[in-house]
T-cell receptor
Framework: DAGVIQSPRHEVTEMGQEVTLRCKPISGHNSLFWYRQTMMRGLELLIYFNNNVPIDDSGMPEDRFSAKMPNASFSTLKIQPSEPRDSAVYFCASSLVAYSNQPQHFGDGTRLSIL | DAKTTQPNSMESNEEEPVHLPCNHS???????IHWYRQLPSQGPEYVIH???SNVNNRMASLAIAEDRKSSTLILHRATLRDAAVYYC?????????FGPGTRLSVLP
């Protein structure tokens, strides 16, 4: 079975540029999560969606970050403009529903470097 | 605030059992106890979860204390491929909160 698919796997760009990260959740999963991982802060939840609707975006660091889920099989996380402190590994995860008894399944992540 | 505590690191010899402890004294009565692991350069991987009863799957066993304030992840025979960071998950509402986890080293 196909797992969560993220693209690109690596992205290197200069500060000020727009960055778009993409995620395809597992088919049939109704909840999607975006996380960011850094050495300093560990793994942090940025935002999650239920049935394509954003439910909790309290982890989004600032207005430069935005996330969309136009349909059940695709989501994007956009950073505009990007800054060096945005360098991190960004993970997407999906689950059947966003509930305590449901495991989340993670993609392999996008390693983002902002120069 | 809810919080889990785990040892920063543990070491095991290959083919020996490993018991990874976690304290989650503030977990709510309806939240499941989840364990994930993260291998180098990979995303977190689901290992096991449970509510009150001990649980077994092909990867590991989960022993949950009767008062639910602690749990232990058991790898029955550690292999080199089990070297990873193991996370016992905290909850904030419906959100999973990942702490620093336990870095497991497996010695050949």
């Amino acid at each position: 079975d196909a797992g969560v698919i993220q693209s690109p796997r690596h992205e290197v760009t200069e500060m000020g540029q727009e960055v778009t990260l993409r995620c395809k959740p597992i088919s049939g999963h109704n909840s999607l999560f975006w996380y960011r991982q850094t050495m300093m802060r560990g793994l942090e939840l940025l935002i999650y969606f239920n049935n394509n609707v954003p439910i909790d975006d309290s982890g989004m660091p600032e207005d430069r970050f935005s996330a969309k889920m136009p349909n059940a099989s695709f989501s994007t996380l956009k950073i505009q403009p990007s800054e060096p402190r945005d360098s991190a590994v960004y993970f997407c995860a999906s689950s059947l529903v966003a509930y305590s008894n449901q495991p989340q399944h993670f993609g392999d992540g996008t390693r983002l470097s902002i120069l | 605030d809810a919080k889990t505590t785990q040892p920063n690191s543990m070491e095991s010899n290959e083919e020996e059992p490993v018991h990874l402890p976690c304290n989650h004294s503030t977990i709510s009565g309806t939240d499941y106890i989840h364990w994930y692991r993260q291998l180098p350069s990979q995303g977190p991987e689901y290992v096991i979860h449970g509510l009150t009863s001990n649980v077994n799957n092909r990867m590991a066993s989960l022993a949950i204390a009767e008062d639910r304030k602690s749990s232990t992840l058991i790898l029955h025979r550690a292999t080199l491929r089990d070297a990873a960071v193991y996370y016992c998950i905290d909850h904030y509402g419906q959100n999973f909160v990942f702490g620093p986890g336990t870095r497991l080293s497996v010695l050949p």
